[in-house]
């Protein structure tokens, strides 16, 4: 499979066509940003990094029946992924209490939520990514409300599927962002599972080992993540 013409760059990944039409390359490049962009980094290693953990989270998401965009690993941070038509929304799952809805709420920083919160938001960097529900997604078009109950499901089911697998390596999922998209009108996930997507907290310490260290200008960024890849026996080289 050859990589072909740069597609669409995003703040941290970059999308590449095959040969193939229906097969893209996605490269985890090193950088990293918030405020929606305006603070950006970068961090050796850290495509790799999160090349492979995404990889290894969404094969165990895969063999648990959930369909998702890999085909196979392309290079150290490369993966071959399915060309789906992604849909412009943000799905969160929140088991504890942290960023924007400690923001928003006032709640404790770490507080359980049980059941754990759902929060939609549109993709849209200009306008911080605003909240939104299922009316909008009907007005505007963005998704069917067939394909949105689908997403809401897969996002729960890997919440469940997850939280096993963190819990058994000393680690807190404390929330997790996903995005979908449609292949051949069946839902896929789609995008990353990452420390750059997901709140992780040591079970012991509750120190962070997610971008949370670089929202709050804390080190230890690349060795919190190599950290979460080690204990879940992710090889790295
Ligand atoms: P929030 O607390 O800022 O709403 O974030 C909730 C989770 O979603 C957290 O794990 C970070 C992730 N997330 C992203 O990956 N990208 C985003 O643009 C946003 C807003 C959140």
């Avoid at 961090?43 to 085909?71: C, D, E, H, V």
């Avoid at 990514?129 to 963005?142: A, H, I, L, R």
Wanted: glycine share 6%.
């Amino acid at each position: 499979m050859r990589k072909m013409m740069e597609l669409y760059r995003g703040k941290t990944k970059t999308l590449y066509s095959t040969d193939e039409p229906d097969l893209l390359v996605l490269e985890f490049r090193d950088d990293i940003s918030a405020l929606d962009g305006k603070r950006v980094d970068q961090f050796y290693r850290k495509g790799l990094i999160n090349n492979k953990l995404n990889y290894f989270i969404m094969s165990k998401l895969q063999k648990a029946g959930i369909p998702t965009q890999i085909k196979e690993l392309y290079s150290h941070n490369a993966t071959l992924v399915k060309n789906l038509k992604m849909v412009p929304l943000e799905f969160v799952l929140r088991n504890r209490a942290a960023g924007s809805l400690v923001k928003r709420l006032g709640i404790k920083e770490g507080t359980v939520l049980c059941p754990p919160v759902f929060d939609l938001f549109f993709k849209n960097d200009g306008k911080h990514d605003p909240m939104v529900n299922s009316s909008y997604c009907k007005t505007f078009g963005w998704v069917s409300q067939h394909h949105l109950l689908c997403m809401r499901k897969i996002i729960f089911q890997s919440n469940d599927i997850l939280n096993t697998l963190f819990s058994e390596i000393g680690v807190i999922l404390v929330d997790f962002k996903l995005e979908f998209g449609i292949w051949k009108d069946k839902v896929v996930l789609g995008d990353e599972f990452s420390p750059d997507s997901a709140r992780l907290w040591d079970k012991k310490t509750l120190n962070k080992m997610d971008k949370d260290l670089y929202r709050q200008a804390q080190v230890g960024l690349i060795e919190a993540y190599e950290e979460v890849a080690n204990r879940l026996g992710v090889k790295l080289d």
